[in-house]
């Protein structure tokens, strides 16, 4: 559900994020961040109201600059924007599920790799150079057997976009 706030007159400048008001009593009446202005034709976003009659929009207003000028500011919901928010939960959300997909694709490719790395108790020491675990005993990997060097490792990283971080 919105509604419709009309009262008083604003004044804005050119490439300009501040709207002032002339009687417009925004913060009486429960004008906020998220709810829309509509300033001669252009929609914009409220980011926040310092005061009832001063707010700044998220973006910069583009049009010629106004004087005494008529508005429209649609009052957003709670609903509407639960449901905005939800909408951005839900993409990251699908956006995880998918990246999440590719990475286990990714890490079963190289499934025999870490199961000789674990039989072997094989681990990369401080220089990056693979070591083995003196608890797993004596053996050592077979030169015919492939292992997944610390390059291998590092390009699967970068192939799925991980930077450490």
Known sequence: MASLYT?????VAKNSTKVYGTDTEWLINYIKAN?????NLELHEILSV??????????AYTGESLENANYLI???????FAAKVAKQIQEIIDKYSS????????LKEYDPYIKIVKLFGLYL???GDWAQDPEKGGSVLPDD???ASSEDIQE?????????K
């Open 156 to 164: 699967l990283l970068d192939e799925l976009g991980f930077d450490g």
């Open 50 to 59: 310092t005061s009832s009659v001063e707010l700044v929009l998220s973006e």
């Open 35 to 39: 709810d829309l202005i509509l300033i």
């Open 125 to 127: 020491d401080e220089d």
């Open 7 to 11: 009262a008083g007159r604003i004044r």
């Open 99 to 106: 990246r999440e997909t590719e990475i286990v694709t990714k």
């Open 74 to 80: 649609i009052h957003i919901s709670a609903q509407v």
């Open 145 to 147: 057997v492939p292992v």
